[in-house]
Structures are given as C-alpha cells and as structure tokens.
C-alpha cells in the first residue's frame, strides 16, 4: 500500500466524519429550534440591510 491509497482511505474516512458530525448537528438544530422560527423573514432583513451600498 502506497502513500496515495492511504491518503485516499483518509480522505474518505474525513468526509464521512463531516457527513456524520453534519447529521448530528440537523437533529440538534431541529429538536432544538422551532421551525417557524428558522424560516422567520429575520434573516432576510438582515441580508437586505447587509446588501444596501452607498456612493
């Protein structure tokens, strides 16, 4: 087994760490947090107010 093979396995077993530790934060997010309050238009005022430029 050559050093690629061996990144390759790395490489992998971190995207499934990420997938993993991506998935557990969804369930907390979603047991944790009220869905009409994570689709509020907050966000988007925010973002409107972000976008606004002056010259």
């Known amino acids: 087994m050559d050093i690629w093979n061996i ?8 995207s499934a760490l990420f997938g993993a530790l991506m998935l557990i934060d969804l369930v907390k997010v979603d047991t ?17 107010t972000a ?3 002056t010259i």
Do not use: P, Q, V
Request: net charge negative; aromatic share 10%.
């Open 7 to 14: 990144l390759e396995y790395a490489a992998w077993a971190l």
């Open 32 to 48: 944790t947090f009220d869905n009409d309050l994570l689709t509020s238009s907050r966000e988007g005022e925010i973002e409107a």
């Open 51 to 53: 976008e606004r430029h």
